[in-house]
């Protein structure tokens, strides 16, 4: 695994783990935020999902902008952007299609993570597919 691969992975972690500290200590806002789910479980699940899928919308908006705006600019919000989205493009290289123009690489990373937090997680208010095939087992 190289270097960009590997930080990709740290800053997952750390997402998750600063989504974690907040969920787990403030409890779990639901609509109207008069009532509040305090959950060990349900605050591992929210923080999975919010840093998935924020992560994917990080990645998706750099992609977005990498159409429009060229990224070796100097500008500090470039560079920040980029140095925080290139982890994430490097981590799904392996399996990014090679017809793919590099360009729309951001945009593949943008959906791979989207997809493994439905996978994981489910979404839409639907369970992830893995309910269904216990529930199939069972």
């Not at 403030?26 to 789910?37: E, W």
């Not at 998706?60 to 990498?66: H, I, K």
Request: charged share 10%; hydrophobic share 60%.
């Amino acid at each position: 695994m190289d270097n960009l691969s590997f930080r990709a992975i740290l800053i997952l972690a750390g997402a998750f783990l600063m989504c974690f500290a907040i969920f787990a200590t403030q409890g779990i806002p639901v609509a109207q935020g008069s009532v509040r789910i305090e959950s060990t479980f349900l605050a591992t699940l929210a923080a999975g999902t919010y840093s998935l899928t924020s992560l994917a919308a990080i990645v998706f908006a750099r992609a977005v902008l990498g159409i429009f705006i060229d990224f070796s600019r100097p500008v500090a919000f470039f560079k920040a952007l980029a140095g925080l989205t290139d982890p994430f493009v490097a981590l799904f290289a392996p399996i990014t299609p090679g017809f793919l123009h590099q360009a729309f690489q951001p945009f593949y990373a943008a959906f791979c993570l989207y997809f493994i937090k439905m996978m994981i997680f489910g979404g839409f208010g639907a369970p992830p597919p893995w309910v269904f095939i216990l529930l199939a087992l069972r």
